[in-house]
Structures are given as C-alpha cells and as structure tokens.
C-alpha cells in the first residue's frame, strides 16, 4: 500500500496563475481532507469529503475549489493564486468520520510569487 | 469552537532526559484526541489516538495520558531520532469531520 500520495511535491507559480494539486488513496477510506500548514499558524482544514459525492468548506476555504473525483482521488484547485496562498499543503484520509485516524500525504510545497 | 494549545513551543533536551509535551484543549463533545509526529519536509505520522479521560497508550519510549482538559506526550529516556514537531489535534462532536490542531512542539534531543 502506498497510503496517501500527492502530486506535485513542488510547484512555483506567478499570481493569477491556476493549478491542481492531485490527491490519491489506496485504503479504501471514505472521507478525505485537505490541509494547509504555514508557519506559526498550525494546519488548517480547507475543505473535506465526508464521501465520494460530496464536498464541504472547513476553515479557510476562500479561494479554492475542490473535486472528489472518485472513491480514491481528492483534488484541490486554485483558480487564480495569490501570494498568501503560498504554503504547504496536506492531503489526508481517514476510514469513514472524526474519530478515526486521519492518514496524511507526504504534502505538496507551493510558492505563489 | 474547538481549541488546542500546545506547550511548550519549543524543547530541547539531551539524550536520556525525561520530559512531557503538553496539550490543553476546549471542545464540545470529544470524539477523539490524536497525537502525531512531523518530521521536516514530511506529513504527519500518526502516533496515537485518546478517546477517553483516564485513557494511556504507549510506543517504544513515548506514551500519552488524557484527562478531560489536557493531554500529555511523555518521553522516556529519548534519542537525538526522537526530535520531531509533535502535533496534537481534536475532534469534537460538532464539528464533524475536522481535526483542530495546536501549533505543536519542535522537540530537539542532542546526543
């Protein structure tokens, strides 16, 4: 089993530029999540999939967008970045809600300059 | 709203000295208190989940406790592998599927 993987590992972009970070898992976990981390300010939840079909907002949401693509895959993407999204971001899965162990990917480093 | 706090920010400690990470929380409802390690440049390594106040688990030289307001990270005896950033995170009964994390504890141990 591979886990959580992510893809880029790193990206460079020029502001209003847009990309999309690819998420995938192969243990059958139900709900999905995407976190950013930044210095001094801890990871934050940008949106989650309780499971495949539906997507909510977590806590920093503005200026993402989110696709459950199947079972397996969770992208994020940002439409037009901007330097305050320069971070880096965290997929992770857990088997079906909140009192499971989330697994996390091995993240995906973006600088928006 | 569902709140974690860690402390200290910072630990160094030297090879063999005993010490404890602390996690202070506020949550309606907890359905789960989780403790991870960070390495740099990597995700989140799960170590253990809490349910319960009274609850310990233990691994190798690390064992966590939780009382109803607080959790905390014993390490015995560490090695300079033990340095880390420990993360602890909630899960609270209304806020379904986000973890609240703190903003953890940078652990150096020198040999």
């Known amino acids: 089993n591979a886990g959580v993987t992510q893809t880029p590992k790193f990206q460079v972009l020029k502001t209003g530029q847009s990309m999309t970070l690819q998420c995938a898992q192969d243990?059958?976990?139900?709900?999905m999540y995407w976190y950013r981390q930044d210095p001094g300010m801890g990871l934050r939840l940008i949106y989650y999939s309780a499971s495949e079909g539906t997507t909510d907002k977590g806590e920093v949401p503005n200026g993402y967008n989110v696709s459950r693509l199947n079972k397996r895959e969770f992208s994020l993407r940002l439409e037009s970045a901007a330097p305050s999204q320069t971070s880096v971001y965290f997929c992770?899965?857990?088997?079906?809600?909140?009192?499971?162990?989330?697994?996390f990917g091995p993240g995906t480093r973006l600088t928006v300059l | 709203e569902d709140q974690v706090t860690q402390s200290p920010e910072a630990l160094r400690l030297q090879e063999g000295e005993s010490s404890s990470l602390n996690c202070s929380y506020t949550v309606s409802g907890l359905r789960g208190l989780f403790w991870y390690r960070q390495d740099p440049g990597k995700g989140p390594e799960f170590l253990f989940t809490l349910y319960s106040a009274g609850e310990e688990k233990e691994k190798e030289r690390l064992k966590a406790t939780l009382t109803k307001k607080e959790s905390f990270l014993h390490i015995t005896a560490p090695k300079p592998e033990d340095s880390a950033t420990y993360l602890c995170?909630?899960?609270?009964?209304?806020?379904?599927?986000?973890?609240?994390f703190g903003q953890g504890t940078i652990l150096t141990v020198h040999p």
């Open positions: 992770a899965s857990t088997l079906t809600g909140p009192s499971d162990t989330q697994y």
């Open positions: 243990m059958n976990h139900n709900s």
């Open positions: 995170a909630v899960a609270g009964g209304t806020s379904y599927g986000k973890l609240t």
